[in-house]
């Protein structure tokens, strides 16, 4: 395995400006921190255990998030310096490519975070270039960049790619290049109507990802379950979210079920896991914060079946 750069970054403060690729990336690595330590989430990494994975553990996904921090920082540096022509995306695959041999450096070989170094990656970089920092104006600069670099990259069979081919689906290079139509339509909407009621911000966070996890046709899910195990998830999802979401008590024992329905079959929704993170960071950006709220999912730990 190549050698991984290591790379210094200071610290955020409160007097950075919006648009510091500092602060952009700060926000990201604390995203996918949130999106890891949420608890409990179906067949998924949190705090209560692996969910539905043999080879990731909740201390894993932390190193490995903690590890990409300095890359999102490069992606947005080089958002700032350079244009959009070939130099810039040049330079985002050499450092996706880093970021990437970094996790699997950090995680002994398991894969943590591939996906979310895509999807996070083009979000820094769009985060960095746009005016208002809006959700709609980022997503939209990333699917720019995503259909660029879609392009230009080599062609490597991934799981995505042999998901696609057999069954017609897209997967997280289909949702960055038409703009993460998942996170604006479900992901952030139901994040913030969750708060406008009032909710503990892990509830919100837990509604968005059910909302997401009805709708994504989540590669991840497809390779592991087939046709079948997307739409147990899709359908479980539904069912706790008519319930009145992760809120009530009918939503909560719909949402263990679940988890137990997911783990019994080793599905994991790993797709839909980094559009939370995804939806998280735009939130975070939108609102012109220095850090992610935090919520109190240490108090769920013993929730859930894992």
């Known amino acids: 395995m190549a050698a991984c750069p290591v790379v210094a970054i200071r610290p955020v403060c409160s007097v950075c400006a919006a648009r510091s690729p500092y602060r952009i990336a700060a926000l990201a690595h604390q995203s996918l921190r949130a999106e890891a330590e949420l608890t409990p989430k179906p067949g998924l990494v949190d705090r209560r255990g692996s969910g539905s994975h043999k080879d990731l553990s909740l201390e894993l996904m932390l190193r490995s998030a903690n590890t990409l921090e300095p890359y999102f920082a490069l992606m947005g540096l080089a958002a700032e310096k350079l244009d959009l022509k070939l130099s810039l995306r040049q330079m985002l695959v050499a450092i996706g490519r880093a970021a990437e041999c970094a996790m699997l450096k950090a995680t002994q070989g398991s894969n943590s975070h591939k996906g979310a170094i895509w999807a996070l990656g083009l979000l ?183």
């Open 124 to 306: 820094v970089t769009a985060a960095v270039r746009a005016e208002s920092q809006s959700p709609e104006e980022i997503t939209a600069i990333a699917a720019g960049l995503a259909q660029v670099l879609k392009r230009t990259q080599p062609e490597l069979i991934t799981h995505g790619d042999i998901v696609r081919e057999r069954y017609g689906v897209g997967g997280a290079r289909e949702e960055a290049s038409n703009g993460f139509p998942h996170v604006l339509r479900y992901g952030l909407p139901a994040l913030r109507l969750q708060r406008s009621a009032g909710y503990p911000e892990e509830v919100c966070r837990l509604n968005a990802l059910l909302s997401l996890m009805s709708e994504v046709d989540d590669t991840c899910l497809v390779y592991r379950g087939g046709w079948d195990g997307l739409q147990t998830v899709k359908a479980g999802a539904l069912d706790a979210l008519y319930a009145g979401g992760y809120g009530t008590f009918k939503g909560r024992v719909l949402l263990r079920k679940l988890d137990r329905e997911l783990v019994e079959r080793q599905l994991s929704p790993g797709g839909s896991a980094d559009l939370l993170a995804a939806t998280i960071f735009l939130d975070a950006v939108d609102c012109g914060a220095v850090a992610v709220r935090s919520d109190r999912s240490e108090l769920e730990e013993i929730d859930g079946a894992a």
